[in-house]
């Protein structure tokens, strides 16, 4: 075992005795359980990209149905959009999704509130992130 695990064990042992090294194993086994379930899900251990865009449509047509049910639902009338962002509906809904996935949404339409805003900005983060394992996972589908 290498000495960095040897002074994580042990420091895991002397803060939480009562837990031991069965304890922080498992945790550790968990957590590379978890990270290797997650990259079967979203790339196909690195090989199918076409699962990263099927991710990829389902969080916009989630932070979709966020934004409309945020707007129509959440908010009070008269706070928000009239009528959809950019005044087209639920198309709106759908533009301003796809927009604030592919980019960090800056301004935005008249009418963002902090609520979309924050949601806004959680799905520019999730895009970059998914535009990045899209471009690793194409990459390894190539080179194989």
Not at 8 to 18: D, V
Request: proline fraction near 5%; glycine fraction near 12%.
């Amino acid at each position: 075992m290498s000495q960095k695990w040897t002074l994580k064990r042990q420091y895991a042992e002397s803060r939480w005795p009562e837990v031991g090294k069965h304890s922080y194993r498992l945790c550790r086994n968990l957590y590379a359980w978890l990270s290797n379930v997650f990259l079967w899900l979203v790339t196909g251990y690195g090989e199918k990209p076409q699962r990263v865009v099927g991710v990829s449509l389902f969080i916009v047509s989630l932070w979709t149905a966020a934004y409309y049910v945020y707007d129509t639902v959440v908010l009070p009338p008269g706070v928000g959009f009239d009528n959809g962002p950019y005044g087209a509906g639920f198309a709106g809904y759908v533009i301003l999704s796809m927009e604030s996935f592919v980019t960090l949404v800056l301004n935005g339409p008249a009418g963002l509130t902090p609520g979309l805003h924050l949601l806004a900005q959680m799905e520019g983060f999730l895009g970059v992130f998914l535009v990045g394992v899209f471009v690793f996972t194409l990459t390894r589908s190539v080179q194989r």
